[in-house]
C-alpha cells in the first residue's frame, strides 16, 4: 500500500473512532476517498505520496468532477478532500497543505425541490389503504399508541405484515418528513409511546423530535407494532424486512414507487420526496420557516429557504384573493360580457 493509500486510511480511522461520526457519514468519506485516489492512478500514477498533490492536482480534479457530476457532488468530495489535508496537515504528515492555494467558487443553480400536492398524496396512501388483506382493529383506548405485546407469532412473510409496515412507513414519512435513512434507523427506544412521540436522530447525531398527532397515522403504526412485537428476530429496528433484518433504504424506495405507480403517478418519486412535500405543504399553510426548520432538522435556515416558493395555482389564488386592486370597482365602465386578452402583432 502507498503513502497516500495509507493516509486516506488513517483519515477514515479518525473519522470513525475519533471524531465517532455516523456509519452514512464515515462511508460518504470512504467514498469521496476512493473516487480521488482512483482518480490519481489515470491521472498521475507516480503520485503515491500525499505531498505529490499539488495546486495543479486539485485543479485538475474539480475539472474531472464538474464534467462528470452535479454541484452538490462536487462540493461534497472536495469538501471531503479538504478534510483529509487538513488533518494531514494538523497532524504534520505534510508540510504543505495544497488547499492553501486552492480557492473553489461554484454557484449552486437554484432549483425548486419536486413536491407531492395533496392529491397525489391523498392517492398514493389511498393505494396503499387498498391492498388491505383485511382492516385490523387497533385499539380500544382512542388510538393511543399500545405499549403491549401482540401475544402471538407473526409470519413476517405475510400479506398481512408487508401491507401493514408499508402503510406505516407512508404515514410516517409524511408526518414526520423524515430521511429515509432516519426511518430506517428507528428503533423502539426512540418510540415514547405514552406522549406519542419519536425521536430522530439526523446528520451529524443532531437529534429532534417529531409529533404524532393524526389518528389514522397513529392507527398505521399501531396495526404494525402490533404484527411487529410477534416476530422473533435479534434487531430492535422497528421497520424490518421479511426475512428480520433491518430494512434497507433501498426496500423503502422500492415499496415507495410500487405504490405511486398504483396511483397511476407518473413522475419519478422517491422517499425524500415526501420530505419535500412535507415541508413545501406546511408553508402553503402559513407554518412559520422556524418551526419546518426543526421539524426538518435543518442546522441553517438557509437549507430551509429551498422551500419558499408556492405554486402556480397558489401564486394565481392570491393575484384573485389578495391583490389590492380587486377591491376597486369602476361603477361607470359597462361590465363585459366575456373577459379575454386580446393580443396584437
Not at 12 to 35: F, H
Not at 46 to 60: G, N, Q
Not at 120 to 125: P, Q, W
Not at 228 to 254: C, H, M, P, W, Y
Request: net charge positive; charged share 25%; hydrophobic share 40%.
Amino acid at each position: 500500500m502507498n503513502q497516500i493509500n495509507r493516509h486516506s486510511q488513517i483519515f477514515i480511522d479518525y473519522c470513525q473512532n475519533k471524531r465517532r461520526l455516523s456509519s452514512a457519514t464515515v462511508r460518504a468519506y470512504e467514498l469521496d476517498m476512493e473516487s480521488f485516489l482512483n482518480f490519481l492512478k489515470d491521472f498521475d500514477e507516480k503520485a503515491v505520496e500525499s505531498s505529490h498533490i499539488t495546486k495543479h492536482t486539485l485543479e485538475a480534479y474539480l475539472d474531472f468532477l464538474n464534467q462528470n457530476f452535479s454541484v452538490k457532488t462536487v462540493r461534497r468530495r472536495i469538501a471531503s478532500l479538504r478534510s483529509f489535508f487538513n488533518y494531514l496537515e494538523y497532524e504534520d504528515l505534510i508540510e504543505d497543505n495544497p488547499f492553501r492555494k486552492f480557492h473553489m467558487y461554484i454557484k449552486d443553480p437554484f432549483r425548486v425541490p419536486d413536491v407531492l400536492s395533496l392529491e397525489e398524496i391523498n392517492g398514493i396512501l389511498a393505494a396503499a389503504y387498498g391492498e388491505s388483506p383485511t382492516l385490523m382493529p387497533v385499539s380500544d383506548e382512542d388510538n393511543l399508541l399500545l405499549p403491549k405485546k401482540a401475544g402471538k407469532k407473526t409470519d413476517i412473510q405475510s400479506k398481512e405484515f408487508l401491507w401493514a409496515r408499508d402503510t406505516a412507513i407512508l404515514e410516517i414519512l409524511f408526518a414526520g418528513g423524515l430521511r429515509v435513512s432516519e426511518l430506517c434507523n428507528l428503533t423502539y427506544q426512540d418510540l415514547n409511546l405514552s406522549r406519542l412521540q419519536i425521536k430522530i436522530n439526523g446528520k451529524g447525531n443532531k437529534q429532534r423530535i417529531i409529533y404524532l398527532e393524526n389518528a389514522e397515522v397513529i392507527n398505521a403504526l399501531n396495526r404494525y407494532l402490533l404484527l411487529r412485537d410477534g416476530v422473533e428476530t435479534d434487531t430492535t429496528n422497528i421497520f424490518i424486512s421479511k426475512f428480520g433484518k433491518k430494512l434497507s433504504t433501498q426496500a423503502v424506495r422500492n415499496l415507495v414507487e410500487k405504490y405511486t405507480k398504483m396511483a397511476g403517478i407518473t413522475k419519478k418519486i422517491t422517499p425524500h420526496t415526501f420530505r419535500h412535500s412535507f415541508a413545501s405543504l406546511l408553508l402553503e399553510e402559513g407554518v412559520d420557516i422556524k418551526y419546518i426548520q426543526d421539524f426538518l432538522g435543518h442546522s441553517s435556515i438557509a437549507t430551509t429557504q429551498i422551500y419558499l416558493h408556492t405554486s402556480s395555482r397558489e401564486k394565481r389564488k392570491i393575484m384573485a384573493t389578495k391583490h389590492p386592486r380587486q377591491k376597486l370597482v369602476m361603477e361607470d365602465i359597462a361590465p363585459m360580457a366575456n373577459i379575454h386578452l386580446h393580443q396584437q402583432y
